[in-house]
């Protein structure tokens, strides 16, 4: 079955600079990829998507690339600021009879 | 959280006691899903609906899991008889489709002594 990693090691960051986070899969050739944010005590919120043929997508200070050949996606955070601080997780859609599927989330604390 | 209202906020419960959890999507998307929550597992997809039609339940984890959408507007989660393994943050989000962005709401914590 198609697995999602994430570190699930808490990413801490001085402030400015910038924080990357790493989705990797495996047995899986999704068509696009989600990315949310989570702070403590909230549901998640849509950040971004990208789709397999974009190589790269930008939000403001937010920059996302999608390799289907190493089948990952890292997920940047420029001139990072304690505002920045919380859970990030990759989401992938349904492929064959699953469902969306996401990963667990990398943590991200922004030191100011 | 815009577009979706969940109740209680917070649960708490002894083990064996019937626990209902409450949704109510405020805008209007088609699909409504139930997921579970914890640092264990991570998001788990229990269940979602499609106009509200049951269309895969296949995550509900045991037949004291139950969930209902009577109308566009409210949905429930029923746990009954509830046990302390069902501890964990509850949401609801909506979305116009299984693999298209979802709209989460705040969660309901359950705990469940």
């Known amino acids: 079955s198609q697995k999602i990693e994430q570190n699930s090691e808490a990413l801490n960051i001085q402030e400015g600079k910038t924080a990357t986070l790493t989705c990797n899969y495996t047995n899986y050739s999704p068509a696009y990829l989600q990315w949310y944010r989570q702070d403590p005590g909230r549901g998640p919120v849509f950040l971004l998507l990208i789709r397999e043929n974009e190589k790269e997508k930008r939000k403001e200070r937010l920059k996302v690339t999608f390799d289907t050949t190493l089948k990952q996606s890292l997920f940047h955070i420029t001139a990072s600021q304690p505002a920045d601080s919380a859970t990030y997780l990759c989401?992938?859609?349904?492929?064959?009879?699953?469902?969306?599927?996401f990963g667990k989330g990398n943590q991200v604390v922004v030191i100011p | 959280d815009a577009g979706v209202i969940q109740s209680p906020r917070h649960e708490v419960t002894e083990m064996g006691q019937e626990v209902t959890l409450r949704c109510k999507p405020i805008?209007?998307?088609?699909?409504l899903f139930w997921y579970r929550q914890t640092m264990m597992r991570g998001l788990e997809l229990l269940i979602y609906?499609?106009?509200?039609?049951?269309?895969?339940d296949s995550g509900m984890p045991e037949d004291r899991f139950s969930a209902k959408m009577p109308n566009a507007s409210f949905s429930t989660l029923k746990i009954q008889p509830s046990e302390p393994r069902d501890s964990a943050v509850y949401f609801c989000?909506?979305?116009?489709?299984?693999?298209?962005?979802?709209?989460f709401g705040p969660g309901t914590r359950l705990l469940v002594l």
């Open positions: 989000a909506i979305g116009t489709g299984v693999g298209e962005t979802q709209y």
């Open positions: 805008s209007g998307h088609d699909y």
């Open positions: 609906f499609n106009n509200n039609v049951p269309i895969d």
């Open positions: 989401a992938l859609p349904p492929w064959g009879n699953n469902r969306l599927a």
